[in-house]
C-alpha cells in the first residue's frame, strides 16, 4: 500500500502533450518497419484474445496516432495495437534487443530499428494493450470527447455545458474532452483564473473565451515545450510534477504570478491545486465542507473516469 500511495502520488496519466510527443518520436523510429516480435511478460498487459496477438508480427507499421489518452500503432491491413499507459505506464526505445528482465517490464515491441520497451511501475498493472481489426473497432476506444484543436469556442461550450458538473471534472471527463487530465486541467484553470469548482452552467461569455483560450494555450505551451526537450531523442522524463508549472503539484508553494500559496483539494485518490488569489477570489476551497459536491460529481477512482463511454453518466 505504501509502494502505492508514492506511485500514485508521483506519477499520472500521460496527457495531451505527452502523448502527442510520445507519438511523434514513436513514429519517427517505427513507421514503415516490419514488427518482428511482440513479446508479452505480464499476463495482465494484454487484454484481448482475438485476434491473437501473434497475428501482429511480421506486419510492417503505417502509422502511430493518438486516440484520447492511447497510443494506437497502426499495422497493414488494419490491424491496431492500441496501448494505454494509465497512471505509471511508461515507454523506453532500445537501440537493441535485451531480455525482459526485471518487475517493470510488461511487454517488447521488436523492430529492426529497435524496440519500443513497454514498463509500469508499481504492483497494480493498470496499463493495457488490446490488438483489435477493423476501424469500426479502433473507434469503440473513443470516449466521445471533442479535440480542442479541431473545434471552434461555441461547440467547446457545446461540449461543456451538455452536462451540469464543476469545471475541473468537465476539462477531464473524456466523454467531454479529449485528452486532458489532472495536471493540465489545473494549468488551464489556473490561466482562465476559474475555480476548479466554478459549475459549467455558470460561467459569463467572456469567461467562455478566457477558457476556450487558456485550454488551446496551455496544451500548445507544453506540447511545444515537451518537443523542444526531446528534440528528436526519446522521452524519457515523463513526470507527474513539472517545475515550470503555475500550480500542479505546487502545494503551499508560492503562485508564479501573485506569490499566494498554492493550496489543494483531495479527495479521494485525486487531488487538485489551485490559486485562491488568482481563482477563487482569495476564498480557501475546504476538503471537508466540499466532500458532497466531490462525492457527486467526481468518480472515485482512475479508471472509472478512464473508462467512461459515449453517453454514460
Sequence with gaps: MVLEHLVCKNWRVPELPDVTVYVERIAERVTGYRLEQ??????????????????????????VHRVGKRIVLALEGERYIVVHLMIAGRFQWLTQRKPLAGRGGLAAFDFSSGTLLLTEAGTRKRASIHYVVG???????ARGGIEVFEVDQPAFVRAMTRQRHTLKRALTDPTIISGIGNA????????????????????????????????RQVLEEWTTRLRAETTHEFPEHVTAFRKDMAVHG?????????????????????????????????????????SRLLRDDWPRTLEELEERKTGAR
Excluded at 135 to 141: P, V
Design 38 to 63: 511482440l513479446r508479452i511478460k505480464s499476463p495482465f498487459v494484454l487484454r484481448t484474445a482475438v485476434p491473437p496477438i501473434a497475428d501482429s508480427e511480421g506486419k510492417i507499421v503505417t502509422g
Design 135 to 141: 476501424l469500426e473497432n479502433l473507434a469503440a476506444f
Design 184 to 215: 493540465y486541467s489545473d494549468e488551464i484553470l489556473h490561466r482562465a483564473r476559474l475555480s476548479p469548482l466554478q459549475m459549467s452552467d455558470r460561467l459569463a461569455p467572456e469567461q467562455w473565451e478566457c477558457l476556450f483560450r487558456a485550454t
Design 250 to 290: 505546487r502545494y503551499a508553494q508560492p503562485c508564479p504570478d501573485c506569490g499566494t500559496p498554492v493550496q489543494r483539494i483531495v479527495y479521494a485518490s485525486n487531488e487538485t491545486n489551485y490559486c485562491p488569489t488568482c481563482q477563487t477570489a482569495g476564498k480557501l476551497l475546504a476538503d471537508r465542507s466540499l
